[in-house]
């Protein structure tokens, strides 16, 4: 049984995720540990759980989501699957840690890219569907596990907010079409768990998300 656990890191309070593949392997979702105490919070994480980082993914590339790259390659030999339409992001990391001051290691070579929309990635037994889901970042994907009926969302939708679209590859009307088509469409019982603030459910945020209307027809209100 696979499990997943959370942690808050860096100066952006940015969600990573482990996914426990219940194997003694696990999948680490945007690492943004920044500094010895996350990376030793992490360490200690995966030793209490018996696991080793088999596999890194992200949703996006913003600086908040890949702080911790460079430390999980030195720890497991892992590199980073990101979608190759993010490159954009992904290449602009570095001057953005240089903008808001931030200390950012060499961000390691890339692994394989992701696959296209639908595509699926396995985490041990289970396997969860790439979905493209533009419009915070113009490569941005979300992770979604069926079986458990949870998703990954990285800064699509949040509790009661939605990811800010005035970065570079942004756009407001695509993100909301990323909302209706790729999270809406999903049971209200699926839980997301966003790359910042607490997780939600598909059902509370097409109830009371002020950023998208309740019929989900995906008209931001701002
Ligand atoms: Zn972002
Ligand atoms: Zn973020």
Redesign the pocket.
């Known amino acids: 049984m696979s499990q997943l656990h959370t942690f808050t890191f860096n100066a952006f309070g940015e969600q990573t995720y482990l996914l426990d593949h219940g194997n003694g392997d696990a999948t680490v979702f945007d690492p943004g540990m920044s500094n010895a105490d996350e990376q030793h919070q992490f360490k200690t994480q995966c030793e209490l759980l018996g696991v080793e980082v088999v596999q890194c993914v992200l949703t ?1 590339a ?1 600086l ?2 890949v702080l911790g790259l460079a430390w999980v390659f030195d720890q497991w030999g892992v590199s980073p699957r990101l979608h190759p339409t993010d490159n954009l992001t992904w290449d602009q990391a570095p001057r953005a840690a240089e903008l808001y001051g931030v200390q950012m290691d060499k961000l390691p070579e890339r692994g394989p890219d992701l696959g296209s929309h639908g595509s699926l990635i396995a985490c041990g037994m289970h396997r969860l569907e790439v979905r493209c889901a533009p419009g ?2 113009a490569g941005h994907v979300i992770f979604v596990n069926h079986d458990q009926e949870w998703v990954i969302g ?2 699509v939708l949040f509790q009661g907010s939605v ?1 800010r679209t005035d ?1 570079p590859g942004g756009d407001g009307t695509v993100l909301a079409k990323s909302i209706e088509n790729q999270l809406f469409e999903l049971p209200d019982s699926f839980e997301v768990w966003p ?1 910042h603030g607490p997780s939600t459910t598909i059902g509370a945020e097409k109830d009371s998300n002020p950023y998208v209307n309740a019929a989900g027809s995906g008209l931001l209100q701002r």
């Open positions: 996006h913003h908040d989501h915070h970042s990285g800064d990811g970065l790359g």
